[in-house]
């Protein structure tokens, strides 16, 4: 059942702007109370308030705080590994892009967060409002969506300026030697294979550091650290050197191989994402379990 409350303006918040004077009334975060009067449930002297209203000291708030929601329906086939006002870090599945585009018809991040009940910030082109960054369609792991206009401004600057630490895993063909090291190689459009990327002269700076992690016959599972973010970055490098992530036949490795493992993508997942918190100023980490085919195709080489 909802609440309606009727009161003065205290006079500590006269002069403020009605969304912030709620956040601080209600002890609620100010995205959410954006919402409450978006959703027409805050008025101001009987006429419905708009977030950037500025408070006098004679006003009179009528505030409704409706009943809580039912509970967000689960997005299927994608676990939701970090949630709050301003932040949605979801386990990307492969085959699910991040936004819709030219030449993609599946499904989205974005649109399954909205088929699930998610309100995401209208920040950002239309068909990408939310995103401060992208993973390829055919890489799983864990990816962030914006839920409010604070969250898409700080964190896209912070995705930007590489303050966010991304940590990838990758299984790739063959023994890394050394066992961890540094790839510094231009990256850019191959010169005559469509839809592919490649390391060459007059390419954008690229930079991915590697650990290996475990070994196994033929194979080594290694830790990724990205230092700039180009298209098929990871998948690139590890190519350039010899080790192309196991079942990614797009670029060089053995398809024999790739079928005796079950994978039909390469075996590359987004790990990690540790940032600062855009409201709170702490640290968050959060970490994206391996998806069921990429388990299974490593088991099978722990085995082998």
């Known amino acids: 059942m909802s609440d309606t409350r009727l009161m003065p303006v205290p006079d500590a918040l006269v002069g403020e702007r009605v969304d912030a004077a709620l956040s601080r009334i209600l002890g609620l975060s100010r995205s959410r109370c954006s919402e409450l009067i978006l959703d027409g449930n805050v008025a101001i002297n009987g006429t419905l308030a708009s977030k950037s209203d500025r408070l006098g000291e004679n006003d009179l708030l009528e505030i409704t705080i409706p009943e809580p929601k039912t509970p967000v329906t689960p997005v299927v086939g994608m676990d939701i590994?970090?949630?709050?006002?301003?932040?949605?870090?979801?386990?990307?599945?492969?085959g699910v892009a991040a936004h819709s585009g030219p030449g993609w018809t599946g499904p989205t991040v974005v649109g399954n967060l909205a088929a699930a009940g998610y309100r995401i910030t209208t920040h950002g082109p239309v068909e990408r409002q939310g995103i401060v960054h992208r993973l390829d369609v055919g890489t799983s792991g864990a990816m962030m969506v914006a839920k409010s206009e604070l969250a898409y401004s700080v964190m896209k600057r912070a995705f930007k300026e590489r303050t966010v630490r991304k940590i990838y895993h990758a299984v790739v063909a063959g023994h890394p030697d050394p066992a961890s090291g540094t790839i510094d190689a231009p990256i850019g459009r191959h010169p005559s294979r469509e839809w592919r990327m490649a390391v060459i002269d007059g390419g954008k700076r690229a930079v991915t550091h590697y650990d290996t992690l475990e070994l196994m016959p033929g194979a080594a599972l290694v830790d990724v650290h990205l230092e700039t973010g180009r298209t098929h970055q990871i998948r690139?490098?590890?190519?350039?050197?010899?080790?192309?992530?196991?079942?990614?036949?797009?670029?060089?490795?053995?398809?024999?191989?790739?079928?005796?493992?079950?994978?039909?993508?390469?075996?590359?997942?987004?790990?990690?994402?540790?940032?600062?918190h855009p409201r709170t100023q702490l640290p968050v980490m959060v970490r994206a379990p391996y998806p069921d085919d990429l388990n299974h195709a490593l088991e099978i080489l722990r085995h082998a």
């Open 236 to 276: 690139v490098h590890m190519a350039a050197i010899g080790h192309p992530c196991v079942g990614d036949v797009f670029y060089g490795a053995d398809p024999t191989k790739a079928e005796q493992l079950g994978l039909d993508r390469q075996w590359l997942h987004a790990v990690e994402l540790g940032f600062t």
């Open 81 to 94: 590994l970090y949630d709050d006002d301003d932040i949605v870090v979801v386990n990307k599945p492969v």
